[in-house]
């Protein structure tokens, strides 16, 4: 294995990063080339590119030294039929391919895995510069030389090599982004050198890039929605007799402002001594980083605390109020995502004779998340008071009724609340905080605080070292057996995945229950006075996700409490009570080491029938993993009431305990592709494959985790080591016409067979002590209330827990694609792709545990002009709705729906001279908002509205 030492490093650091993109040259003569640059260029290169590919392959390639046609590597990709993205921050970070999202698609640079920061086999598209790739290529149908684990798509992203373009080169770009939403502008810059020396035996490159956003990012939220059967059927008068009941357990509005730095760096070198053989070393290195603060205020629901409830005909709750238990809260959240990435390869490409190639490949990828005090963290201030709660139909909910306090007939301010039933603070009297102004910052009083959790505070090492031997036998014949590739190697990856947080300790919640000043809890911390110099009033504006219905200031008022400085906030709490908020290591961590030994034939053959050129490759991938799995169980003890927070019970675990599990499996997958060329432009394609996909890392870790432990809401989780890898048997049909050197016309039909679908299931069941004694919970006493002392029972838990189906699952589709170039320098492209699964989520069945997620309709309309010196383009995408996770974000078994959206994007260029440029992109014109919802459509979930992007720079090359 390679270790990265301090020379490395100090190249990293000074080489930063970006990369630059050759262009294939077309010849005009016998020693002279012209360099196509442009769009034009780059799909010529991509019809090239799609056209010999062996199986269906679409491709995107570069415009220009430095220039891909997106600024995110994402974005590009949804431009190619039946890909489709999920956006964070208002850029793609991961894609879905026919239907299969991030974890079916295999994602390789140059052919290598790299290693990633996310706890699952997703790539992360916005950890890695545009300017750094000269192609890339998604391969729908599988090819026994590339890495398995795509059952939707194998994605090779190509970096250049100077040998393969000799002489010298430079460019570079100057970029400023501006923020529509945040009104910010940061910089972009890019810088790219290459040569070659000694006669072009000797090739250096060095690239480098840093991209800076300053983002703001506009959203409402409701985290899920839960069963409602604990609502007093008294309050049930408005109810139509519909069941099950889904209530929601929160609404909040939020503002979120991060701070994105992405930093990239690539070096090659190159030596090629003689014709037959050629040495490369390279060194890829990511550092990005996202530093986010949000401001929000929302509203916490109990549903056993309702009045006045009204459903619909599908059971969800469309109005109520409550008096007891409503807490109107200001959070103060940060959530940090901090990667490095850093990967060395080392390539021998021998031209033993003049038949035979040999290739050694050592690769090693390491990607590092840093805890940083659990990633995020979250500040819960407020009070209890009574409010109301409205679902007309609006895309926004509306709360009302929390700004003010109602005066009773003294005069005096009303908390809200009733003498029995309510909230009880701890000297036993009834909550007697009542609120004037909600603005006042006297108001708020400590709630939680609350340090990663929630699956969010995470550190994760993962480590990817491969050695591959390969080769290719050219017969030199155009009939027959035409090529034989084969190849062997073993690919090892080892992922530690850290929790951090400190919500195991109970200590977030010390002060949790809006105390008055004095009281003295349980534990014995007395509470104390926030500071109102602290907050400050946050105007979210009246624009504040103007984009909907009905705006969220015109729902609920979009002013609200701030508080400046978090951390000043936390470490104001350890020195009140004395007691330590930092995150520490978890019960949740986990070791997974998977190794996996391959071996692989592919022959390509050649003939004809009926006079038509027939072209097919046969080839078989045989692989063997071993994994071994490593985590900690923290054994449940307990379940009691939080003297404090009613809406709360306390954990009360034992000592961790370390547990293993062991699986492996092989695996043999055979791949056909069989082309027609029926005439010199009318192409057919055949393909026959079998692929797997292998289940997350997380899927498999072996210990049980508690989550949520409120009143009616207890749930946990567990992995299971045993999982199988999803295994899928594909067909693809497929005729293309071309007629132009990048026009083109096709059509294509796909099908697959999943089989071993990992469905994340759940059960409810009970646990026991270390003395296996029936944990039990608390449940209210006379007066309504959860005490310690009081009475308990049956602790029922929702365990969510992921098995491999016994149903197969077909998923099919259909994609038409036309892309056509006309002389005057006007051309477009129009793509769509229909899908289709036997495995949808229907809603009206409440006993629903199984659908294919990610399964949508998706289009692309793209308008391009191309001449002299101008260019500019205009491109729409659509996806339609499609069911993104079967479980919403506290766990709960309620499924996850993005609405319908599309997006329109603008570029235009401007050559100054023959090496300078400038140019103006415009990302998100028409300021689309992403919306979720639940299980039905007014059951609001999310609504986000990163606004408009604006990019303006000079670009040049020489």
């Known amino acids: 294995m390679f270790a990265k030492n301090k020379l490395s490093s100090a190249i990293l650091a000074a080489t930063a990063v970006m990369v630059y993109q050759p262009s294939v ?22 019809v090239d590119i799609k056209r010999e590919a062996s199986g269906v392959v679409d491709a995107i390639s570069s415009e220009d030294i430095g220039k891909f046609p997106d600024t995110n590597l994402a974005e590009s990709l949804q431009r190619i039929t039946g890909v489709s993205i999920d956006r964070s921050g208002g850029e793609g970070q991961s894609i879905t391919v026919r239907g299969f999202g991030p974890q079916f698609n295999t994602v390789v640079v140059n052919g290598r895995r790299l290693a990633s920061e996310s706890e699952t086999r997703g790539f992360s598209f916005d950890t890695f510069a545009s300017e750094m790739v000269s192609s890339l290529n998604v391969h729908k149908t599988a090819e026994a030389s590339l890495p398995s684990g795509g059952i939707g798509s194998t994605v090779n992203i190509k970096t250049p090599r100077p040998l393969e373009s000799p002489g010298f080169k430079l460019a570079g770009s100057l970029k400023a982004n501006y923020e529509d939403k945040s009104e910010e502008t940061s910089p972009h810059i890019s810088a790219l050198f290459s040569n070659t020396f000694a006669d072009d035996t000797v090739g250096v490159l060095v690239a480098a890039s840093q991209t800076e956003r300053n983002t703001r990012i506009d959203q409402a939220q409701t985290n899920q ?13 408005g109810n139509t007799g519909a069941a099950p009941i889904l209530a929601p357990q929160n609404f909040d509005q939020r503002v979120l402002f991060e701070e994105r730095t992405r930093t990239n760096a690539n070096l090659v070198v190159q030596f090629a001594p003689n014709e037959n053989l050629t040495i490369t070393g390279d060194v890829i290195y990511s550092d990005f980083d996202i530093e986010g603060e949000a401001t929000s205020y929302g509203h916490w629901f109990t549903p056993s605390n309702f009045t006045d409830v009204s459903t619909d005909a599908n059971g969800t709750v469309t109005a109520f109020a409550q008096a007891a238990g409503q807490a109107t809260d200001f959070h103060s959240k940060t959530n940090d995502r901090l990667t490095e990435t850093t990967s060395f390869g080392f390539n021998v490409n021998f031209q033993a004779t003049e038949n035979l190639n040999l290739q050694f490949d050592l690769w090693q990828s390491e990607a590092e998340r840093e805890p940083n005090n659990g990633n995020r963290n979250n500040m819960v201030l407020g009070y209890l008071r009574g409010a109301s709660y409205l679902n007309d139909g609006s895309d926004l909910p509306s709360v009302f009724g929390f700004e003010e306090g109602v005066p009773d007939v003294a005069g005096n301010l009303d908390d809200g609340f009733p003498n029995t039933g309510g909230f009880l603070d701890t000297v036993g009297d009834p909550g007697t905080h009542a609120v004037g102004d909600y603005l006042d910052p006297s108001n708020p009083r400590a709630h939680v605080a609350i340090r990663g959790g929630e699956s969010t505070g995470l550190a994760i090492q993962d480590e990817v070292t491969e050695i591959k031997f390969a080769g290719e036998w050219d017969e030199g014949s155009d009939s027959g057996l035409v090529k034989a590739r084969f190849g062997a190697g073993i690919n090892s990856e080892t992922r530690d995945i850290d929790g951090w947080d400190n919500t195991t300790r109970n200590g977030h919640n010390i002060l949790a229950g809006y105390l008055e000043t004095g009281d003295v809890t349980a534990a014995g911390v007395t509470a104390f006075d926030i500071p109102d110099s602290v907050f400050e009033v946050f105007d979210a504006g009246s624009d504040f996700l103007t984009g909907l219905s009905q705006a969220g200031s015109e729902r609920m008022p979009a002013r609200w409490l701030y508080a400046r400085d978090n951390e000043a906030l936390f470490d104001i709490f350890e020195q009140e009570t004395g007691i330590d908020h930092d995150a520490n290591m978890t019960g949740s961590s986990i070791t997974v080491e998977e190794e996996v030994t391959f071996a692989y034939l592919e022959l390509d053959f050649a003939s004809e029938v009926a006079d038509m050129p027939l072209t097919a490759t046969a080839g078989v991938r045989i692989e063997s993993t071993d994994i071994t799995v490593d985590g900690t169980n923290v054994p449940l003890e307990d379940v ?72 009616g809401n207890l749930t946990a989780s567990s992995g299971n080591p045993q999982l199988k890898p999803f295994s899928s048997d594909n067909l693809d049909l497929s005729l293309e016409y071309y007629f132009g050197e990048a026009s083109y016309v096709s059509f294509g039909y796909f099908q697959k067979n999943v089989s071993d679908f990992i469905i994340n299931g759940s059960t409810v069941t009970t646990f026991n002590d270390s003395n ?18 009081g009475p308990k029972g049956p602790a029922p838990f929702t365990l969510a827990l992921p098995t491999n189906g016994e149903d197969d699952v077909k998923v099919d589709g259909i994609e038409v694609a036309f892309q056509h170039t006309l002389d005057m320098g006007l051309g477009f492209i129009v793509n769509a792709t229909f899908v289709n699964s036997d495995a949808e989520f229907d809603v009206n069945d409440f006993e629903e545990s199984f659908a294919v997620t990610g399964i949508s309709d998706s289009a692309n309309a793209v308008i391009f002009y191309e001449n002299g010196p101008f260019s500019g383009r205009l491109a729409y995408n659509w996806r339609d709705e499609f069911l993104q996770s079967l479980t919403q974000s506290a766990g709960a078994g309620e499924p996850v729906f993005v609405e319908a959206y599309s997006q329109v994007d603008l570029s235009a260029s401007y050559d100054i001279t023959e090496n300078v440029t400038v140019f103006l992109e415009g990302i998100n014109l028409t300021e689309e908002i992403v919306l979720t919802h639940g299980r039905f459509d007014n059951q609001f979930l999310d609504a986000s509205d990163s606004g408009r992007r604006f990019l303006f720079g000079v670009r040049g090359s020489f």
């Open 25 to 46: 040259a077309q010849s005009t003569g016998a020693d002279e080339e012209v360099l196509v640059t442009g769009i034009r260029g780059s799909l010529e290169r991509a």
């Open 640 to 711: 009691v009431a939080n003297a404090a927070d009613q809406t709360q019970f306390n954990a009360i675990t034992g000592d961790p305990q370390a547990v293993q599990a062991t699986n492996d499996h092989e695996a043999l997958l055979p791949n056909l592709s069989v082309n027609l060329e029926i005439t010199e432009n009318l192409v057919a394609r055949f393909g026959a494959s079998q692929t797997l996909t292998r289940p997350t890392l997380r899927q498999l870790a072996p210990a049980i985790n508690i989550g949520t432990t409120r009143p």
């Open 225 to 237: 929605w839960q069963g409602g059967s604990s609502i007093p059927t008294a309050s049930l008068a």
């Open 772 to 789: 296996g004694n029936e944990i039990t919970q608390p449940i209210q006493d006379e007066d309504g209330l959860f005490t310690t002392d």
